[in-house]
T-cell receptor
């Protein structure tokens, strides 16, 4: 079974540019989460999709961040315009949560550097 | 606010036992998870405690005391490949969701 995949693995952009990150969850997982870790800080929750619906977007830092999950499969996270403080590693995770909790499964992350 | 506290770094030798403590203060609580992350890799799910007590999975065990808002991860018979960062995370119902709130991570360095 393929794990959670993310693309790209690294992205270097200039302040003011736009970047779109993609996440493909484990096939069949209805729950998809975005997290990020900025330098020296803990991993922080951004938002949670159940299928194509946003269940919880309380962690989204501001309106420069837009997440979508059309069709309930893969998800994209767009940052527009990017700022220096957006640099960090963006993780995607997925879970099924049928009956007994079995954890969230994380992708390898996208390392975003804003110059 | 939401906070989880764990030591920043632990060093031990191969074959030793390491205990990583985690204390938490969160608005909601379903359970405590532990994740392992090697440099540049994905956080990997290790264990989950929803109820008080000890859960054992091979060389790794995890403990939870909900009354003390405290848990720990026990790494036994340490191996070089166990050198990694370990995160505790509270499974938080959030806004009717299921988010994880993470601690800052404990870097474990295993020496020969």
């Amino acid at each position: 079974e393929a794990g959670v995949t993310q693309f790209p693995s690294h992205s270097v952009i200039e302040k003011g540019q736009t970047v779109t990150l993609r996440c493909d969850p484990i096939s069949g997982h209805d729950n998809l989460y975005w997290y990020r870790r900025v330098m020296g800080k803990e991993i922080k929750f951004l938002l949670h999709f159940v299928k194509e619906s946003k269940q919880d977007e309380s962690g989204m830092p501001n309106n420069r961040f837009l997440a979508e999950r059309t069709g309930g499969t893969y998800s994209t996270l767009k940052v527009q315009p990017a700022e220096l403080e957006d640099s960090g590693v963006y993780f995607c995770a997925s879970s099924q949560d049928l009956g007994q909790y079995s954890g969230q499964f994380f992708g390898p992350g996208t390392r975003l550097t804003v110059l | 606010g939401q906070s989880l506290e764990q030591p920043s770094e632990v060093t031990a030798v191969e074959g030793a036992i390491v205990q990583i403590n985690c204390t938490y203060q969160t608005s909601g609580f379903y359970g405590l998870s532990w994740y392992q992350q090697h440099d540049g890799g994905a956080p990997t799910f290790l264990s989950y405690n929803a109820l008080d007590g000890l859960e054992e999975t091979g060389r790794f065990s995890s403990f939870l005391s909900r009354s003390d808002s405290y848990g720990y991860l026990l790494l036994q018979e340490l191996q070089m490949k166990d050198s990694a960062s370990y995160f505790c995370a509270v499974r938080d119902p959030g806004a009717a969701g299921n988010k994880l709130t993470f601690g800052g991570g404990t870097r474990v360095l295993v020496k020969p």
